[in-house]
């Protein structure tokens, strides 16, 4: 059981804009300013797409956006596109019994 | 560009031991932390320990703590995970992750798949 919890799975059409949330707790999420998103596409190493809640690296698109507000993070993908199906991660520095937490993933279906 | 290659898919029996590796180019391998991740079939992303080459300061997972041993060596800037003593449950692709400061992975090796069967 994750510490993180994720819907399973989102679904919209092309152009479309989702956000996925993903909710922690004050020891994890709420606590700290390091969310991280990770993208994986089916039978492929996962890629980081936000650090430190907002922050995307080099080489993201900037359809990627993300934000934080108490114990629940969001990832937002604006102007969906078909490249964008995957499984998507967070994850979160922990002050638990772990020092870091990922959400259980949550699978983007472009219809 | 930080590139972390990994030792190759093995495939193993229960109670056997097993040491799978990772090397690190492109960057300065003791300033960053370095740890492993795993991803059992169809499931999702396990965070198992993490170890900072330049001290040698490991941290573990609960859940994988006294399971599995996370070691380092600077000399030939390679990360390993190890078992002593491998079970079916140990069966997923263990990929190598850095963090680079942020408490993010910020690279990713391309991941070593451990099957363990009798």
């Known amino acids: 059981q994750s510490a993180l919890t994720q819907p399973a799975s989102v679904s919209a059409s092309p152009g479309q804009s989702i956000t996925i949330s993903c909710t922690g707790s004050s020891t994890d999420i709420g606590g700290y300013d390091y969310v991280s998103w990770y993208q994986q596409h089916p039978g492929k190493v996962p890629k980081l797409l936000i650090y430190s809640v907002t922050h995307r690296p080099s080489g993201v698109s900037n359809r990627f956006s993300a934000s934080k507000s108490g114990n629940t993070a969001s990832l937002t993908i604006s102007g969906l596109q078909t490249e964008d199906g995957a499984d998507y991660f967070c994850?979160?520095?922990?002050?638990?019994?772990?020092?870091?937490?990922f959400g259980p993933g949550t699978k983007v279906t472009v219809l | 560009e930080v590139q972390l290659v990994q030792s190759g898919a093995e495939v193993k029996k229960p109670g056997e031991s097993l040491k799978i590796s990772c090397k690190g180019s492109?960057?300065?391998?003791?300033?960053?932390?370095i740890g492993w991740v795993r991803q059992m079939p169809g499931k999702g992303l396990e965070w198992m320990g993490i170890?900072?080459?330049?001290?040698?300061?490991?941290r573990y997972s609960p859940s994988f703590e006294g399971r599995v041993t996370i070691s380092a060596d600077k000399s030939t800037n390679t990360a390993y995970l190890q078992w002593s003593s491998l079970k079916a449950s140990d069966t997923a692709m263990y990929y190598c992750?850095?963090?680079?400061?942020?408490?993010?992975?910020?690279?990713w090796g391309q991941g070593t798949l451990v099957t363990v069967s009798s």
């Open positions: 492109g960057y300065s391998f003791t300033s960053y932390w």
């Open positions: 170890m900072y080459p330049e001290d040698s300061d490991t």
């Open positions: 992750v850095t963090d680079s400061g942020s408490y993010q992975f910020d690279s």
């Open positions: 994850s979160s520095y922990s002050s638990g019994t772990t020092l870091f937490v």
